[in-house]
Nanobody, 126 residues
Framework: QVQLVESGGGLVQVGGSLRLSCVVSGRTVSAYSMGWFRQAPGRERELVASLGSSGATYYADSVKGRFTISRDNAKNMVFLQMSSVKSEDAAVYYC????????????????????WGQGTQVTVSS
C-alpha cells in the first residue's frame, strides 16, 4: 500500500521560506517521478515541481528560481524548499507519486500521478 504524508506547512511571511516534507511508504521515491502540486481556493490543482528518477527537475514558471524539489533516498522522502514566498503561493500543497517506474524525466502531466498525500496548508501573510 502506497502512502504519502506531507508536513511542514504553516504560516509564512511574504519573502520568507518554508520547507515541505513528504514521507513515502510502499514506493521508492528514487524509482518514480515525484511531484508537488498546489490548489488555492477556487482554482484548479496545479503542478508546482516534479523530480524524475534521474534527478532531473521541472518547475512551473511561477515558482522557477524560488522553489526547489529534492529527495532523500535513504529516508524515502521528498521535499519542497520554498523561498522568496509570495502571497500567491498560499494554497494546500500535495505530494504525489507518478505511476511510471524508472522514467528518468520529471513527469509534468497530472493525470500520470496516481498516489497523493492528504495535503498541507501554506498560508502567506503580508
Amino acid at each position: 500500500q502506497v502512502q504519502l504524508v506531507e508536513s511542514g506547512g504553516g504560516l509564512v511571511q511574504v519573502g520568507g521560506s518554508l520547507r515541505l516534507s513528504c514521507v513515502v511508504s510502499g514506493r521508492t521515491v528514487s524509482a518514480y517521478s515525484m511531484g508537488w502540486f498546489r490548489q488555492a481556493p477556487g482554482r484548479e490543482r496545479e503542478l508546482v515541481a516534479s523530480l524524475g528518477s534521474s534527478g532531473a527537475t521541472y518547475y512551473a514558471d511561477s515558482v522557477k528560481g524560488r522553489f526547489t524539489i529534492s529527495r532523500d533516498n535513504a529516508k524515502n522522502m521528498v521535499f519542497l524548499q520554498m523561498s522568496s514566498v509570495k502571497s500567491e503561493d498560499a494554497a494546500v500543497y500535495y505530494c504525489a507519486s507518478s505511476s511510471l517506474l524508472g522514467v528518468g524525466s520529471p513527469v509534468s502531466t497530472p493525470d500520470l500521478y496516481d498516489r497523493w498525500g492528504q495535503g498541507t496548508q501554506v498560508t502567506v501573510s503580508s
